[in-house]
């Protein structure tokens, strides 16, 4: 289940859509179960879970604000203040770079990255063949390398 909430949280970028969809998800999933064949369950709900969110996407079109995904680490000691302020930023601009990709790299780059599935699950997930799924998470990852060295040089 929190595989399929980070999922949607990253493809939908919006807290209480992620939880409406994610909830649709595993309703489909209990709903269609009998439906299911031998595979790996976790792809399987992550691929609904996908749908989802992009028939959620579809019929809501609207300018959400961003939520950030990450919490935030309460400051214990004056003296990591500021390494804390510095993880907590490059946590912020990564989060940024990812959000700002299609979605098609976004989300093998979530699955792969972040939930840590394999090509062949990233493959059931999305619906596209291995060497598509291997061909997205090299140019989504040659893209935030990009950005992500262009901020360095805006901040230098």
């Known amino acids: 289940m929190d595989d399929a909430y980070t999922l949607a949280r990253y493809l939908l970028r919006d807290e209480h859509d992620a939880q409406d969809a994610v909830q649709d998800a595993v309703l489909r999933a209990l709903r269609f179960f009998d439906g299911y064949r031998d ?3 976790r792809a399987w ?9 992009l028939t959620w996407q579809r ?7 961003v ?4 919490d935030t680490a309460p400051i214990a000691d004056d003296r990591e ?3 804390l ?8 601009v990564l989060q940024r770079a990812v959000e700002a990709l299609p979605i ?7 699955l792969r990255e972040v939930e840590d599935l394999s090509y062949r699950e990233i493959s059931d997930v999305v619906g596209v063949p291995v060497g598509t799924v291997m061909s ?13 060295g262009m901020l360095a040089k805006e901040a230098g």
């Open 39 to 41: 595979g790996d369950p």
């Open 136 to 148: 997205r998470l090299a140019r989504a990852r040659k893209r935030l390398a990009n950005t992500l």
């Open 45 to 53: 709900l992550l691929a609904i879970v996908r749908n989802c969110c």
């Open 104 to 110: 098609e790299f976004r989300e093998v780059i979530v």
């Open 81 to 83: 203040t500021d390494t």
């Open 67 to 70: 939520i950030p995904l990450t």
């Open 59 to 65: 019929r809501n079109k609207s300018g959400k604000t």
């Open 85 to 92: 302020a510095i993880q907590r930023s490059q946590r912020e």
